[in-house]
């Protein structure tokens, strides 16, 4: 059992708070070291995550120099260890100069056993998610995009887009069920360029969007003068899809006397237009969607179960954005490459509470509100990482609770520097002085947290 739990590399000479913190921990395995060669000897045996580092180790137990090297050196094996620095009494200055050389967070002693333990959980919980994410990036190839244009690296999505794939070559109707923003119109395409239609029109028409009175003669067309207004003989979306797909997106919208007319074309095959007297035979390959209970409108009688059976020949669920595991990060990534790219912004990835709170959140509205998001918050980053707070969610993970004391002081540092530069017009010295702090740790605070002045 024990040798499955994570390792814990404690870096800390005094013998008595090794002993404690050997034992403080049940969920790791905590090894220690009390010197640099020893925690060096440890990161190679055990390739630890989350390392805690007290700056003053022997020789120089009062400096912090043989600590610093240690940090370096762990950084340079392996970037993506976490370490946390232990800072004494007054060291708070040197445990924020190890944090912009790459350390994770640090704790002030004396050694508040559930705090550090808070604190260390955190660490391990990023490293997970920082590790898989590195993980998808690197499995998908090049960009985890299945079926031309969708990215995923959830086996519930890849599945889904596989069963596309195998029935995207039959003409059967196709009834995708899924929440808003989960992606139905790009599957439906996804079904019409898979299919030998590939090369025919893809239509397109949201039921739902279109009044009750319009919807008839946008799908049948009509004739020249069959009412105010008709002045000339349009067709249908159902004629303009010959050949190819008609997507029929929330089609549990379609009132009940379309319905019927809807049902009758596709037993015949034939249209007839508005006011018209010729049947026009049509191939199509139907597609549609919607986000509606439909069962329950069945039973309801406000859907008929003739057409439902029509139209879901096979019927496929896509999964909600929560449901599939690591894909919320996985987007994140691809649409702040595509957003920055477009309006030019310099901003280059995500900060780990932003990572954070991505995994965290719900997301409700499914890839169309991580789309959006991300696109906000390409535009109103202003440093060269996107934070939690340019997410703007306003749930607990975000602004409310943030991951750790660190996270809450690097958004309360950031609010405060922005509002003195800005009261300041940018001046770094006239900054500082707002902020009670020297022109060097303004630099610093500047560089630490990517932000420009
Ligand atoms: N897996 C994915 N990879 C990349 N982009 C995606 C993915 N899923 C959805 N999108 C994008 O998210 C947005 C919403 O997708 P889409 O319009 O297909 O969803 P929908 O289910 O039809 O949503 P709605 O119910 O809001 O109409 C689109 O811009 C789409 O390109
Ligand atoms: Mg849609």
């Not at 762990?74 to 790459?102: C, F, N, Q, W, Y």
Request: charged share 30%; aromatic share 6%.
């Amino acid at each position: 059992m024990s040798d499955k739990k994570p390792i814990l590399l404690v870096v800390e000479d005094d013998e008595g708070l090794q002993r404690q913190l050997r034992w403080a921990y049940e969920d790791y395995e905590v090894v220690v070291a009390g010197d640099r060669a020893t925690a060096i000897d440890m990161m190679r045996l055990h390739e630890p995550a989350v390392v805690t580092l007290d700056l003053g180790l022997p020789p120089d137990p009062d400096g912090t120099s043989e600590g610093f090297a240690t940090l370096e050196t762990i950084r340079s094996l392996k970037p993506d260890t976490k370490v946390i620095i232990a800072s004494g009494h007054g060291a708070r200055e040197s445990a924020l100069t190890a944090i912009a050389s790459g350390a994770y967070d640090f704790y002030q002693k004396p050694v508040d056993i559930d705090e550090l333990g808070h604190i260390v959980g955190r660490a391990f919980h990023l490293h997970g998610i920082e590790r898989e994410n590195a993980r998808l990036e690197a499995a998908g190839g090049k960009d985890n995009s299945v079926l031309g244009g969708m990215i995923t690296a959830a086996p519930e999505m890849l599945k889904v887009a596989r069963t596309i794939e195998r029935v995207a070559g039959a003409d059967v109707s196709v009834m995708l069920l899924g929440a808003s923003g989960t992606g139905k119109e790009l599957l439906a395409r996804g079904v019409h360029d898979e299919s030998p239609r590939a090369d025919k029109p893809f239509v397109a028409i949201n039921c739902a969007a279109i009044p009750e009175n319009l919807l008839e003669a946008e799908l049948f067309g009509y004739e020249k003068g069959a009412f105010t207004g008709a002045v000339k003989t349009t067709e249908g979306k159902i004629e303009l899809a010959e050949g190819g797909t008609l997507f029929l997106d929330e089609v549990g919208d379609i009132p009940l006397p379309l319905q019927v007319k809807l049902l009758r074309f596709l037993q015949e095959r034939v249209v007839e237009r508005i006011g018209g007297r010729k049947q026009i035979a049509v191939d199509v390959r139907i597609v549609c969607a919607t986000h509606q209970d439909l069962d329950a409108m069945i039973a309801a009688q406000t859907f008929r179960d003739d057409l439902y059976y029509r139209l879901a020949e096979i019927v496929v669920k896509i999964p909600s954005l929560a449901e599939r595991a690591g894909d919320a990060a996985l987007l994140a990534r691809h649409f702040l490459r595509k957003f920055a790219e477009e309006v030019k912004s310099p901003v280059k990835g995500f900060a780990p509470d932003a990572l954070a709170a991505i995994d965290s959140h719900d997301w409700p509205g499914n890839v169309r509100e991580l789309e959006n998001r991300i696109k906000r918050a390409a535009i109103m980053a202003d440093g060269k990482l996107v934070t939690a707070a340019d997410l703007d969610f306003d749930d607990e993970a975000g602004e409310s609770d943030p991951l750790n004391l660190k996270a809450a002081r690097e958004i309360a540092d950031r609010g405060a520097i922005r509002s003195a530069l800005s009261r300041a017009e940018g001046n770094i010295s006239q900054s500082a002085k707002l902020l009670g702090i020297s022109r060097p740790t303004l630099y610093d605070l500047l560089k630490q947290y990517e932000m420009s002045a």
